[in-house]
């Protein structure tokens, strides 16, 4: 489970006190955040940036706001990362790359490790703001809009990433290592009591639920939707050949908040549960490096030995 963006304050400290409460009496969940760089990077100071393409100081969403508010951010990201959740890179400016070449992802990619290495000088802070980890140690990334192009995918590799997370694959695929980064993608879902569809992440069942609309009248309809898919999938793939899952949200309060609290409704019912892990994708990538590949091979064909009694009943899924 990850999230996209990470701008609202309010945002980080719910996720951070509800990831405390989940790991009160064991390590159940752990959460991996793409971070915009624009997120630390204050209204004031916004002109320490140029993305590529565009013109010095703009980006497609809002920056930062005042000092204190990326002095907050900073605080919670360091605090998460000390409790074992990710940080990784969703680029800076929130650009379409869709067309950039590999130099243009590059210079983006220097770009995010500059405003994290910078974070207290660039909005005059104290030097107390400063992140408690290296930008070497963020070592994933989604495209904003999942827009790529081949030269991301070069850049990345230059860069020392180890995995992306901007694709798509069917919802029982393991993933792939290709040319040295690991795809973990997401996956389309079938929305439970509909006949619609969409990607696992929220922005896309509120544009496939409401056309991108708030209807406070069909709000715990679409809450209970996303729940229901979301064991759907749990369940197709934890009786079938494992195949991780991946679930992207965003700190926006899409639809009022439900599908925070789908999520959250989620991560309780199955975060936990005999042979389950909600881990970091960071993790994911240290699991996928020591699977030898006929190892990998049996898991895709479902060849392994599974739990004598999957406890279906237990979390309200019929077997």
Known sequence: MAFDNCTELERWRDLSEFAADMNRDGDRVRFTFFV???????????????????????????????????????????????????????????????????????????????VLDSVAAN????????????????????????????????????????????????????PEEIDGLWRFNLAPLKINGSGRKALSMDYNFFVSQSRAAADPHRQELFREQMVATYLDYFKTNYAGNRAPLHIGHHFTGYQGGVYHEALK???????????????????????????????????????????????????????
């Not at 809009?145 to 694709?167: E, I, M, Q, V």
């Not at 190892?295 to 999957?310: C, D």
Request: proline residues 6%; charged residues 20%.
């Open 265 to 319: 409704t989620f991560a309780r019912t199955v975060c936990g549960l005999p042979e389950v892990r909600c881990t970091t994708y960071e993790k994911l990538a240290d699991f996928m490096d020591r699977l030898r590949p006929e190892t990998l091979a049996a898991y895709r064909q479902g060849a392994f030995a599974h739990a004598a009694a999957p406890l279906f009943g237990a979390i309200g899924l019929a077997p």
């Open 36 to 114: 915009s760089g624009i997120n630390l990077i204050a209204d004031a100071s916004r002109t320490i940036y140029e993305g590529p393409r565009h013109r010095r100081g703009y980006s497609s969403i809002n920056f930062g706001g005042a000092p204190d508010d990326v002095h907050a951010r900073v605080d919670f990201m360091n605090a998460l990362h000390r409790d074992g959740h990710e940080i990784a890179s969703h680029a800076v400016g929130h650009f379409n790359g869709a067309f950039w070449s590999a130099a243009e992802w590059a210079r983006e990619l220097r770009s995010f490790s500059d």
């Open 123 to 174: 909005n005059g802070l104290p030097e107390s703001a400063r992140l408690a980890f290296a930008p070497r140690r963020v070592v994933g990334f989604r495209a904003p809009y999942l827009a790529t192009s081949p030269g991301l995918f070069a850049a990345l590799k230059a860069g020392g990433f180890r995995y992306d997370a901007s694709r798509v694959s069917p919802a029982t695929a393991w």
